[in-house]
């Protein structure tokens, strides 16, 4: 049992191998790529954009977690950081279940691990200059859904945070409801924005929506390969 168990989240094992730069070290020696224009003939404010966003990994706690978690091989770094982005993206639900959207320090750690996903996204498209590919785009996207779920769900508990809205919502679910709808430009109209930082809130996760949709899942989709059982010649 133990050994499926095992091969379930482990997949093939790595026997301890590691990359060969730990993620602290990968990552400065990107920022310092991208200062000595090694890869990239940019300036201004392109350069100054990339620099920010590189460095800004190393202001979350993402990249310790891996670093910590590599030590053990490449399989073990991969699903430390599946169970953090799920964590992530259960804590917003946890706040909303139990009310904790009126703690302070709650929001705070909230907004913190959702900085951290709002940065990372764009840092892998844009400023990830000696970073080889991942072991499988598909993975990636379906943490991409993750992601996105992560924050679908945070702007729900910034929705239930105050009067932002019309009317109050009657449950937890109601202010994910809404997120949702908002993300998908849907709006039904039985909840809308009355003030000004509502709708601050509704339009910038209006924009989310269409830098995910429109320019991540585009980014993955022209990379990911196809090998299924249509793939294989009909030898019969």
């Not at 730069?21 to 954009?49: L, M, V």
């Not at 917003?92 to 940065?119: A, K, S």
């Not at 924005?193 to 980014?219: D, E, H």
């Amino acid at each position: 049992m133990r050994k499926a168990v095992k091969k379930l989240f482990l997949g093939k094992s790595s026997n301890g191998k590691q990359a060969e730069f730990d993620p602290i070290e990968k990552r400065i020696r990107n920022i310092q790529s991208i200062w000595n224009n090694d890869h990239q003939d940019d300036n201004g404010i392109e350069k100054i954009f990339r620099l920010l966003l590189s460095t800004s990994q190393l202001l979350f706690p993402g990249i310790y977690i891996k670093y910590f978690s590599r030590k053990k091989g490449i399989e073990y770094q991969d699903l430390a950081t599946d169970f953090y982005i799920l964590l992530k993206v259960s804590f917003p639900i946890v706040i909303l279940v139990n009310q904790w959207q009126h703690y302070q320090w709650v929001i705070i750690i909230m907004t913190y691990t959702f900085f951290e996903t709002l940065f990372y996204i764009p840092t892998l498209i844009f400023a990830s200059d000696l970073f080889s590919r991942p072991r499988s785009y598909r993975r990636s996207m379906l943490l991409l859904f993750f992601n996105y779920l992560e924050i679908v769900f945070a702007y729900a508990v910034f929705y239930s945070c105050g009067n932002y809205l019309n009317k109050p919502f009657q449950n937890w679910f109601d202010s994910v409801y809404f997120s949702i709808i908002t993300s998908s430009s849907i709006g039904y109209g039985d909840f809308h924005p009355v003030t000004t930082f509502g709708k601050f809130l509704v339009s910038t996760q209006a924009l989310l929506f269409l830098f995910f949709i429109v320019l991540f899942l585009n980014f993955f989709s022209t990379k990911v390969k196809s090998k299924g059982y249509f793939d294989h010649e009909n030898n019969e």
